[in-house]
């Protein structure tokens, strides 16, 4: 019903532990037998980047905010991503998706720094299969009179969301990655995901609940 | 094709508001939707709480000299590598370059608002089609329709007489609704059979978003229509002739000033 992942999962791996790659520790061993040529290339190489890189600033830093909370640490968390996923640049694919292989990057250095390995030692439970979403997770017309003009109640409840599950809502409504992308940035199957993001509104309701008959 | 016939279920209904089928499956959804008002009131709730969410998530911009900072670095990392660049060219292209982003960053997020604004127009206007679907105030009647508002919002409009109308337009009921976070009223009215939704909404001080006066003039196949007076903004949906939208916006708003 949904459509599969095709890109391999695993060529992202090798960001995780060492953002050098392959085809990118090989452009690094040439640049000491053509200097020239090599500058020239890497220059090319860097535009090239900063031109994808630039227009998803925004985004980065909207998303790096979410994950740290905090502006210094959002910056620099952008700013590791930058030097890193430049680094990597060599085993990006032309023509694949450059957003979902720049927010994994972030993903990652996030969950390698301070914040992020506190994050990541919560273990949710919707996440195991046992226990996935039996019960029906789709919005009553009663949720039509919830009040969506409340941003203050808005911001509130995403702050109350588990990060996991606020996460992955994140990707799919503010940053329109399809599901199979988010599947690659967080690196969980794609059941997962849609089970995150069910999860994740469903609480969404639930919490903005409270502000029914308001309106009356 | 696939016809559903059940209604959809959490899943389904999830993976249609984030347009995640397929062609085939897409097709059947729609066709289950045509003759079910329960999940279209389901696939409204949840494509508003889906707006909602983004607007809401939209929320942290870079402060102004971690966007140079940030911006500055993209240009800068060539120099590690490459170590061809003085430091006083890349300064300058960097503080252009964080211009631009500036500039495109707020570009960037009323075009994206815009764009949302105007799914969200048709969204519920395709929710008032549904054969099902009754307004909350059901009359012909203007005096009937504009005090059933009063307590319900926060401000007050004034409704064409019959009379005023444009030829064959008519006034069929209201609803209460929310558009782009804001209380608007929801004024349902049928010209030549074509169903017209009108919203009214206030335009005051900082809750005038920019981003109404840049909704594209017609989606899917639906035109949208728009006019201000000093204090109401009216977006009128429907597929009817353009030219009898106008009449009927025009009607609208010469009511407003009745002297």
Redesign the interface.
Known sequence: ???GINLPAIRFKVLMFDTLSVPALFAVAMQSRNPRH??AS??A???A??EL???L??SL??HA??LTRN?AE??DL??ET??KA?RAFGSFRPNTNFKAWIFRILRNTFLTSRTGIATSRTVFLEDHPDVL?TT??????E??LI?????AA??AA?EQLQPQLREA??L???EEV??KDIALILDVPIGTV?SR??RA?RT??QLLQPQFGE?Q | MTQIIEHLNPETLNAFIDDELQASEQQGVQQHLAGCHQCTLRVLSATQHKAATARAGHRFAPPADALARLTAQLHREPQRTARIHSIRPIAWTALAAALVLAISLIGWRQVHQSNALSAELLDQHLATLSSAATPQVISTDRHTVKPWFQGRLPFSFNLPDSGALPPDATLKGADLAYLNGQPAALLLFTIHKHQVSVFVVQRTGISDNPAFSRIANNRAGFSIHYATTRDLRFIAVSDVNPADLDLLVSAVVKAQSPG
């Open positions: 019903m949904i459509h090599t500058m890497a220059a190489h860097s535009t980047f900063e890189a630039l227009p600033l925004p830093y909207n905010f979410w502006h959002a910056e952008v700013q930058f030097s430049l979403d029906d997770a789709s919005p009553t017309p949720d039509n009040r969506l003009d409340n941003q808005l911001h995403l809502l994140l799919c409504d503010v399809k599901y849609m993001i069910s509104r969404l309701r309106i």
